[in-house]
């Protein structure tokens, strides 16, 4: 079965930098589609960056130049390099993925388009 595992995750002052991994094993498609959402306390899970088929990639306007995501194909893994971070981007952050093609730009930001979903890593940025 496809397991996604999240890590990276701890505590930084504002404006420092911090990168979450997502591996991802019990590989059943030869790509995927995949994406970073966040959730904080009382407030809805939000998406953050994707990157879907062809390496198409989308930012939400909230993280756009201060965020990059990237992947690394031969090691299965996910990244989300987060610079100049603020308290607002505290929030547990998951990784998630479905079955994708070069053909086919992916669910992007869009929730309920990804069937694969990790535990999540908890990101805390104190002032």
């Known amino acids: 079965q496809v397991q996604l595992v999240e890590s990276g995750g701890g505590s930084v002052q504002a404006g420092g930098s911090l990168r979450v991994s997502c591996v991802v094993s019990g590989y059943t498609y030869s790509q995927y589609c995949m994406g970073w959402f966040r959730q904080a306390p009382g407030k809805e899970r939000e998406g953050v960056a994707a990157i879907g088929g062809a390496s198409t990639i989308t930012y939400a306007d909230s993280v756009k130049g201060r965020f990059t995501i990237s992947k690394d194909n031969a090691k299965n893994t996910l990244y989300l390099q987060m610079n100049s971070l603020k308290p607002e981007d505290s929030a547990m952050y998951y990784c998630?993925?479905?079955?994708?093609?070069?053909?086919?730009?992916?669910?992007?930001?869009?929730?309920?388009?990804?069937?694969?979903w990790g535990q999540g890593t908890q990101v805390t940025v104190s002032s």
């Open positions: 998630a993925a479905v079955g994708c093609s070069p053909y086919w730009l992916g669910p992007k930001l869009r929730q309920a388009g990804y069937n694969y």
